[in-house]
């Protein structure tokens, strides 16, 4: 039996220009920044306190940087967050 050859994208799923991606990353990153989203901040990720360790420059898989620029840690572990799910302390 031969393994199943991979061209490294998933079924219906576009490929994304990497330039293009990369600025909107880049600028979700700068729009949690500007609103107050800096590392050391103390955040909360609902109700529960954390800590901005990060920020998320991923531009592939589940949870990239364009929708989820903050990395947080908090008692449960460390997370990456949208700014619509984190508020300032």
Same mark, same amino acid.
């Given at each position: 039996m031969?393994?199943?050859?991979?061209n490294g994208s998933r079924p219906g799923k576009l490929?994304?220009?990497?330039?293009?991606? /990369?600025?909107?990353?880049g &600028?979700?990153?700068?729009?949690?920044?500007?609103?107050?989203?800096? @590392?050391g901040r103390e955040v909360l990720v609902g109700s529960i306190p954390g800590i901005v360790v /990060?920020?998320?420059?991923? &531009?592939f898989g589940q949870f990239v940087g364009n929708a989820y620029?903050? @990395?947080?840690?908090?008692a449960l572990g460390v997370t990456k967050c949208g700014m619509d799910?984190?508020?300032?302390?």
């Open positions: 031969a393994a199943k050859e991979r490929e994304q220009d990497s330039e293009r991606y /990369g600025r909107s990353v &600028s979700a990153v700068n729009a949690a920044i500007n609103r107050g989203f800096v @590392v /990060g920020y998320n420059i991923a &531009s620029p903050l @990395v947080v840690r908090t799910e984190v508020s300032l302390v």
